[in-house]
């Protein structure tokens, strides 16, 4: 899977990832991601819990375009 908007993946230089994992501190800084496919190495809860993730392309360090649609996932119960 590649990433990139279009044509245009030319002009984008990374994708900003960032992550909400339920734990009350709403969305942070996942990743700068300069290659598509990251995987999410943080260890899973003990709990069934919902992350959820967004992101949006950056040119030349700057947020290009507007935020992904969010998507969740539920991860742990281990």
């Known amino acids: 899977m590649s990433w990139g908007r279009q044509n245009h ?7 900003e990832i960032h992550v909400d994992r339920g ?3 709403g969305f942070t800084i996942l990743t700068f991601d300069t290659t ?3 995987i999410d190495e943080h260890p899973h809860p003990a ?8 992101a949006i392309y950056r040119t030349k360090d700057r947020r290009t375009g507007q935020w992904s649609n969010p998507v969740s996932v539920i991860v ?3």
Do not use: A, E, F, I
């Open 9 to 15: 993946r030319r002009h984008l230089d990374q994708c």
């Open 23 to 25: 734990d009350g501190n």
């Open 36 to 38: 598509p496919n990251h």
């Open 47 to 54: 709990v069934l819990t919902k992350w959820t993730y967004k």
């Open 76 to 78: 742990g119960g281990d």
